[in-house]
């Protein structure tokens, strides 16, 4: 990668006709790709010119979205404002929530209530 953008130029690649996002300190003009993205105009705008790290981590991109994005690579981020990278092993444990009796009750706990009533319902009408 060649290019290199401050964060400030990005910001300035808000537009429908110029549009830039960073992912993971690497920048990616995303203007070639509004008719084609799979999640629709709107969200590569709403993220255009920003830091979109977070927001392309959290949808869970597929290994082939991954690979696509390389096509629209425009340079990087200068070194003095790179943020960190979190790799996808870290992404993978944040988002694993812990097992845990609060959660299996929460998840559970309506269904199985309701079963119970419809069953004791049941019972009270059907003796």
């Known amino acids: 990668m060649a ?3 401050t964060r400030k130029e990005v910001e300035a690649r ?3 006709d110029n549009a830039a996002i960073i992912i993971d300190n690497v920048v990616y003009d995303v203007t070639p790709f509004f008719d ?4 629709g105009v709107e969200v590569l705008l709403d993220n255009a010119g920003k830091d979109a790290s977070q927001c392309f981590h959290d949808v869970g ?3 082939i979205a991954l ?5 629209f690579v425009a340079g990087e981020v200068v070194p003095e404002e790179h943020w960190p990278v979190r790799s996808r092993d870290q992404q993978a444990q944040q988002a694993a929530e ?3 009796l609060a959660t299996l009750i929460s998840v559970w706990g309506p269904p199985l209530v309701l079963a ?3 069953a004791l319902f049941y019972m009270y009408l059907f003796p």
């Open 67 to 71: 690979e696509w994005r390389q096509q």
């Open 98 to 100: 812990p097992l845990t």
């Open 36 to 39: 084609d993205h799979p999640g």
């Open 116 to 118: 119970a009533l419809a």
């Open 3 to 5: 290019a290199q953008f």
């Open 61 to 63: 991109h597929s290994e």
């Open 14 to 16: 808000n537009q429908r």
